[in-house]
């Protein structure tokens, strides 16, 4: 399947936002979706995922204030993150897998001023 991800912006420290990721296919099937992301300079890491058996997980830095879901129905993942920091500021990738290749989408870019 095809990820085109949307719902970046500018938002101030503090404010929230919501990504969400569409799929061209059936997402029911795959393993894990789930979003990265990569700020200027610095690798690509990993933000959130959720498994097709319901299990999700966080960057320790996210935690408490980022939360993935996943819409099997709607062929959609969505991240919503809330008490932005500066340091949030990056471009946010869509993926998925089944444990082999990932399959990105574009990317969407979210910044967070101070």
């Known amino acids: 399947v095809q990820l085109q991800a949307s719902g970046g912006g500018l938002v101030q420290a503090g404010g929230s936002l919501r990504l969400s990721c569409a799929a061209s296919?059936?997402?029911?099937?795959?393993?894990?979706m789930g979003w990265y992301r990569q700020a200027p300079g610095k690798q690509r890491e990993l933000v959130a995922t959720?498994?097709?058996?319901?299990?999700?997980a966080y960057a320790d830095s996210v935690k408490g204030r980022f939360t993935i879901s996943r819409d099997n129905a709607k062929n959609t993942v969505s991240l919503q993150m809330n008490s932005l920091k500066p340091e949030d500021t990056a471009v946010y990738y869509c993926?998925?897998?089944?444990?082999?290749?990932?399959?990105w989408g574009q990317g969407t870019q979210v910044t967070v001023s101070s």
């Open positions: 993926c998925s897998t089944n444990w082999g290749p990932f399959t």
């Open positions: 296919g059936s997402i029911s099937s795959i393993n894990v």
């Open positions: 959720f498994t097709r058996s319901g299990s999700t």
